[in-house]
C-alpha cells in the first residue's frame, strides 16, 4: 500500500532595509512568524550567510512544529512601485519572482503543500507561486511534485484566489502551447478549450466550425490548411459577462496554427519543434477568455481562433499561387511561411460582423518580431492611441510588457505593390521591416477604428529572461488580455490615428 505522506511549507518573504547594506525587513506575516519562534527565525537569517537580495532564497529546517521546511525569499526594496524605464511595477514583479523561487525550491525538495506569504501583494503573491510550479511534464514517466498552495494567514484572500485565476489561465495557454502537435490538433484545441468552459455555460457560447469555413468564402484560412490531413476548425467563443446585454462587446483574434512547418516554403528543420506552439495567439487568446469567465468580469469578449496546420503535400497552396479572402480581397501568396496573416485576415473580417468595440488580434506572427524586441515585449501595432493606452496600462500591472511599433505607409505599398492580386502575402521589395510588413497587410482586412495587433513571436517561449517562469513556452501575454477589458469598458473610445 503506497501511503501519501503530506509535508507541509512555507514561504515567507523579507524586505532589504533602507540605508542598511546587509539590513533585511521581515514582511508582516514573517515578523508574526518570527515572534511566534521567540526571534529564532531573525536570529538564523543573520548566522546563516549574507543579507537575502531580491529574488534569492534561504531554507530553514526543523524550527516549527507545522512547517517542517520554510523558505525565506528576498523581496528587494519595499514599495518600489512602477519603473518607467522598464514599464513594469516593480514591487509586483519582485513578488513574483521571489515567490516563484521559494515555492520551486520547496517542490524540489519533494514538499507537496505550501502556504505563501502575501508579501504586502497576495494577488502577485499567487502568480509567482502558480506560474513558478508549472512543468509540462504529462508525457513523462517521472513528474515533479504536485505542490498544491494556499494563502498563509487570512489576508486579503479575494485578491489571493484573483491571482490564482490570472496565473491558471496563463498555464492554461503555456499547456497547449508546450504538447506536441500530434496531441494538440486543431480539433483537439477546439475540445481542450470547449471543456475548460463547461463550467461556466450559463455565460459562455461555444461554436467549433468545419464546413462553415467554406461556406463564408475564407479563402486565406482555407489556403493554408490544405497542405494537411487533419481538418480546420474555426472556434468561435462568446463570453457575455456584462448586465447589459447592449454592450459592445470586445473582440480578441488568435492565430491558431497548431505546427508549421513552413508548407512548400518549407522551413529549415533546427527548431522546427517549437513551431506545435505556432498557436500562441488562440492560446492566449482562448485562455483570457476561460479566465475571464472563471472570475465572472462584467464584460461581453468575442473570441475567434482559426486552427489549423500548415504543411506541404500535392493539395498545399504553391508559392505565386492566388486566393481570394473573405472580403474578396485577392491575394498572391509568394512565401507559403507567411501563413498567420492569411489565417487572421479571414477572421477579422468576420469579426467586423459584430460590431465590436475594439478588435486585438494576437499572433506569433514574425521572427523579424524577435529579432526587434526579443523576448522583452510583445510589439503592438495599432491604429489607436486609446487603445494603446488600455494595453500598455495592463501590462504594466502584469509586467507582460508592450511595445509600441510604427503603423507606415511605407509597409502598406510593400503588400499593396503586386503583379498578380491585389495583394501581396510578404513584402515585395526587402526583408527589411518585416513584423511591420505583416501588421500593414492585417490592416488592408481592418475597418474598425480601435484595432490592434500584438505580434508575440518574441514572448513564444522562455529561457531565463522571466525568472518565475521555468524553461519553455511563456503563455504571454494572457494575463495583460485578461486585466485590460475592464479598462476598456470603463474608458472612453478615444484618439484614433490615421
Not at 463550467?199 to 462553415?212: G, L, M, Q
Amino acid at each position: 500500500v503506497c501511503v501519501c505522506v503530506c509535508v507541509q511549507g512555507l514561504v515567507l518573504g523579507v524586505f532589504e532595509k533602507e540605508g542598511e547594506e546587509d539590513g533585511l525587513h521581515l514582511t508582516e506575516a514573517a515578523a508574526g512568524f518570527d515572534q511566534t519562534l521567540s526571534g529564532k527565525l531573525s536570529e538564523l537569517l543573520k548566522i546563516s550567510g549574507p543579507a537575502l537580495k531580491q529574488g534569492k532564497s534561504r531554507v530553514f529546517y526543523g524550527i516549527h512544529k507545522d512547517f517542517p521546511c520554510v523558505a525565506v525569499v528576498g523581496l528587494g526594496k519595499n514599495n518600489e512601485g512602477v519603473c518607467g524605464k522598464e514599464n513594469w511595477d516593480t514591487s509586483k514583479e519582485n513578488i513574483r519572482q521571489a515567490v516563484s523561487a521559494g515555492c520551486r525550491l520547496l517542490q524540489d525538495l519533494e514538499v507537496n503543500h505550501v502556504e505563501v506569504d502575501a508579501c504586502g501583494d497576495a494577488q502577485s503573491a499567487a502568480e509567482g507561486a502558480a506560474l513558478g510550479l508549472f512543468h509540462y511534464d504529462q508525457l513523462k514517466s517521472k513528474k515533479k511534485t504536485k505542490v498544491t498552495t494556499q494563502l498563509h494567514g487570512s489576508a486579503d484572500s479575494a485578491s489571493w484566489e484573483k491571482g490564482v485565476a490570472y496565473a491558471e489561465g496563463q498555464n492554461l495557454a503555456r499547456l497547449l502551447m508546450e504538447a506536441p502537435a500530434n496531441h494538440i490538433t486543431p480539433t483537439a484545441f477546439a475540445n481542450t478549450i470547449e471543456e475548460k468552459l463547461g463550467p461556466h455555460a450559463e455565460r459562455v457560447t461555444i461554436n467549433k466550425r468545419f464546413s462553415w469555413i467554406e461556406e463564408q468564402q475564407m479563402g486565406a484560412f482555407l489556403s493554408v490548411s490544405r497542405g494537411s490531413e487533419e481538418p480546420p476548425v474555426f472556434l468561435e467563443l462568446h463570453y457575455n459577462g456584462s448586465p447589459d446585454s447592449k454592450q459592445a462587446p470586445l473582440l480578441l483574434v488568435g492565430k491558431g496554427i497548431t505546427f508549421d512547418s513552413g508548407g512548400i516554403s518549407l522551413k529549415p528543420s533546427p527548431s522546427m519543434d517549437a513551431m506545435r506552439a505556432d498557436m500562441g495567439g488562440a492560446a492566449t487568446v482562448c485562455a483570457s477568455i476561460v479566465t475571464a469567465a472563471a472570475l465572472k468580469l462584467p464584460v461581453n469578449i468575442i473570441g475567434l481562433a482559426p486552427l489549423c496546420e500548415n504543411m506541404p503535400s500535392g493539395k498545399a497552396t504553391k508559392p505565386g499561387d492566388v486566393v481570394r479572402a473573405k472580403n474578396g480581397k485577392t491575394i498572391q501568396v509568394d512565401n507559403t511561411d507567411a501563413e498567420g496573416r492569411l489565417v487572421l485576415a479571414d477572421a477579422l473580417c468576420y469579426g467586423h460582423t459584430f460590431n465590436p468595440r475594439a478588435i486585438v488580434n494576437v499572433a506569433t506572427l514574425t521572427g523579424a518580431m524577435d529579432v526587434a524586441l526579443g523576448s522583452a515585449a510583445t510589439g503592438v501595432f495599432t491604429n489607436s492611441d486609446w487603445l494603446w493606452e488600455q494595453l500598455h496600462k495592463a501590462s504594466v500591472v502584469t509586467g507582460d510588457r508592450v511595445w509600441r511599433m510604427p503603423l507606415f505607409q511605407h509597409y502598406t505599398r510593400q503588400v499593396t505593390d503586386c503583379q498578380l492580386a491585389d495583394l501581396n502575402n510578404i513584402g515585395k521589395y526587402s526583408r527589411s521591416g518585416g513584423a511591420c510588413t505583416a501588421a500593414a497587410f492585417l490592416r488592408e482586412f481592418v475597418t474598425a477604428p480601435h484595432w490592434a495587433h500584438l505580434d508575440i513571436a518574441g514572448v513564444m517561449s522562455n529561457k531565463d529572461e522571466v525568472p518565475y517562469l521555468r524553461k519553455g513556452m511563456s503563455g504571454r501575454p494572457t494575463r495583460t488580455l485578461v486585466e485590460f477589458p475592464m479598462a476598456t469598458f470603463r474608458s472612453p473610445c478615444t484618439q484614433t490615428v490615421s
